[in-house]
């Protein structure tokens, strides 16, 4: 059912698991600074130790291998490489600590896919401006170069930034995420547009300088639900549905995959409601340069993070609220038939991510695609037998072979989000997404398969082999 070089993985992100927050020379990020202040994050936890992986690698090392996983994703900490975010002081202990990561992965026959940025910024950036900045694109750029250079010789597979959406979303507007901005419908689209200019400035320089010796390939993971109108006969349902889509999957695959800007739909709503608000002659929604290189065409495969489903109806009109929301106009609600088990806004719907690759492929010219994230959590009582969970990777692992086989969708990998229970951000370790139990309340730290674990890794052993 799969191709024989299907790439089976799990993931993690710096911030989630390592620790080791001022280890050896690392310098703060804005979620070390995010968290040290009151009430921001469930129960005001922390990153600062985690699950130890900076000190404690080689127990998630023997995770991965008892997994069976082929590719192991994890993102690197900008901070710890380049303490205060230049290359003007490069951190060697960080160096080190990567070079072991990559070289363990690689001596156990797994494949590393590096993410370079996970939500993390650098504090020294954030002090300069953070992502609101425009030069941090080059700056940005310049890291990137950094880790083509140090670790592209072993390093084929990369994701530049992890969910702009996310980041623009929830770190700039909402304010649930570092750096815990609230400046509702004016900063989300700048930092989504300097994300995008800076993934664009990354892909290029890869493209003319390493390409050719390092032969790997680099994209910028999207995440995305599945939508459909709630009413399938109703025409705004439908157009609402269409708003939907297109300011959160078109918001950054449209400019890489289709047409270098913004999707119409988008474009023309921002306008015209910034002209309303009296924005005088400009759009809150940022416009591409003619002077920088083009963002279309900045993605060698499409890196997709699926959770959930949604069924969108009629929104309630735009009144006269300054934010991304009212711009979109768009009502979003759950189908009562699928089932929440764990965190709130993470209804099972695992036919959605085959709806979602099949809408990819016609959408975007049948890219190569890795699902890059995709999971279910446990919230509550601890159950190491959480049978919930491993139908859920049943059901969408299942639903991933239809997509391949029957719609003909040219699915390259799986990644399972993620290896270890972790800092769950904003939820903290409250919220548990990991293959393995990890133990926070015990210095040790154990980890200790879940039955999803044991699951997943006999769905890999029957695959890995058979064509
Ligand atoms: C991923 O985002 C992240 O890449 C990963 O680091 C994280 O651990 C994983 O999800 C699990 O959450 O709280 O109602 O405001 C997935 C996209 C976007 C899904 C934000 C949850 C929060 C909804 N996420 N969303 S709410």
Not at 94 to 110: H, M, P, R
Not at 161 to 178: M, S
Request: aromatic share 14%; charged share 20%; with cysteine.
């Amino acid at each position: 059912m799969f191709p024989r070089d299907f790439a089976w993985g799990a993931g993690t992100a710096a911030y989630q698991v390592e620790g080791g927050w001022q280890a050896d020379g690392k310098g703060p990020s804005i979620w070390d600074t995010f968290c040290h202040e009151k009430g921001r994050v469930f129960g005001d936890q922390s990153g600062d130790v985690a699950c130890n992986s900076y000190e404690l690698w080689e127990k998630d090392l023997g995770c991965i291998r008892q997994l069976g996983l082929t590719h192991y994703r994890f993102s690197l900490s900008w901070s710890r490489l380049l303490p205060d975010g230049t290359t003007k002081h490069v951190n060697q202990k960080g160096v080190q600590y990567y070079n072991k990561v990559i070289d363990d992965l690689l001596a156990c026959n797994v494949s590393p896919m590096v993410t370079l940025y996970h939500f993390d910024l650098p504090q020294a950036l954030q002090d300069q401006g953070g992502w609101k900045s425009p030069s941090i694109a080059s700056l940005f750029d310049s890291y990137a170069k950094f880790c083509f250079q140090t670790f592209g010789n072993r390093v084929k597979l990369w994701i530049t930034i992890n969910e702009p959406y996310v980041c623009a979303k929830l770190g700039h507007e909402d304010g649930i995420h570092a750096p815990g901005l609230k400046e509702p419908g004016v900063t989300a689209y700048l930092v989504g547009h300097n994300m995008l200019r800076a993934h664009s400035m990354a892909w290029h320089s890869y493209n003319s300088d390493y390409r050719t010796a390092q032969k790997g390939w680099v994209s910028l993971a999207i995440n995305s639900d599945w939508v459909e109108p709630l009413d399938t006969q109703c025409k705004e349902d439908s157009a609402a549905t269409e708003r939907y889509l297109a300011f959160t999957l078109g918001w950054f695959s449209w400019p890489v995959f289709v047409t270098g800007d913004y999707p119409e739909i988008m474009r023309s709503a921002v306008d015209s409601e910034s002209k309303k608000q009296g924005y005088n002659g400009t759009s809150r929604l940022p416009i591409f340069s003619k002077d920088e290189p083009t963002v279309l065409g900045t993605a060698d495969f499409f890196a997709l993070n699926y959770y959930t489903s949604r069924k969108v109806k009629q929104g309630e009109g735009r009144g006269n609220v300054l934010c991304m929301k009212s711009d979109r106009d768009a009502g979003e609600v759950l189908d009562p038939s699928w089932p929440i088990c764990g965190v709130s806004w993470l209804a099972v719907v695992p036919d959605g991510l085959r709806k979602l690759l099949k809408y990819i492929k016609e959408t975007f010219n049948n890219p190569a695609v890795y699902i890059t994230e995709n999971g279910f959590s446990q919230v509550g009582l601890l159950q190491i037998e959480d049978d919930q969970r491993s139908k859920f990777y049943k059901d969408t692992i299942l639903e991933v072979g239809k997509a391949i086989n029957e719609d003909g969708v040219n699915v390259r990998g799986y990644f399972a989000w993620t290896l270890l229970d972790n800092f769950e951000w904003a939820d903290g370790y409250s919220v548990r997404f990991g293959l393995y139990h990890v133990d926070f309340e015990d210095e040790t730290l154990n980890r200790t398969i879940y039955q999803s674990g044991r699951e997943y890794a006999k769905i890999i052993s029957k695959h890995k082999f058979s064509l």
